[in-house]
């Protein structure tokens, strides 16, 4: 490959996404053994029992994942008990999920190794570096979010 200014090792989104899915890959190993969740199914789960019930359109926007991973997950939690469909009042054509007393005490058993996962991993930057993260990658996400609506 020809050495340029445009490497990927250099290009900022792929550099996202490895951090990300390294980190993310870290912390399912221990859901998924112990508890047989993957990615989406557990980040799923994250989201409602962080927010309580959410429309299947209202998580494709929270996880920013793909609507068709969004449903099979939804699907697979349903069949587990662990999510639970009820009617929108404000809209018939989609449905509240929220999770089930089994969601919440299978949230409530692996949130605590997700946040130990978490905190051993970012004591490879300070307090003050965590912070600043949070706010770049929360002005990126907007500055995605709004590129988005511009796109539509």
């Known amino acids: 490959m020809p050495e340029s200014d445009s490497r990927l090792s250099d290009f900022m989104p792929y550099r996202m ?4 899915n390294a980190v993310s890959s870290l912390i399912s190993g221990e859901y998924r053994s112990e508890f ?3 990615i989406p199914e557990w980040r799923v789960m994250a989201v409602l029992g962080d927010a309580g019930s959410l429309t299947q359109r209202d998580l494709v926007r929270a996880t920013v994942m793909d609507k068709v991973a969004v449903n099979r997950a939804c699907k697979v939690l349903e069949e ?6 009820s009617p929108n009042e404000m809209d018939g054509r989609s449905h509240h999920l ?7 005490e ?3 058993k692996i949130w605590p190794q997700a946040v130990s996962i978490y905190e051993k991993i970012f004591t490879a930057i ?3 570096e ?3 993260l949070r706010l770049i990658l929360d002005k990126l996400l ?3 979010r709004e590129l988005e609506g511009d796109e539509k």
């Open 80 to 85: 587990r008990d662990l999510i639970q469909r």
């Open 106 to 108: 299978l949230h409530g």
């Open 98 to 104: 929220e999770l089930t007393n089994a969601g919440l």
């Open 142 to 144: 907007k500055a995605a």
């Open 126 to 128: 300070s307090p003050r």
């Open 36 to 38: 047989g969740l993957k």
């Open 17 to 20: 996404a490895i951090t990300s």
């Open 130 to 132: 965590q912070a600043k």
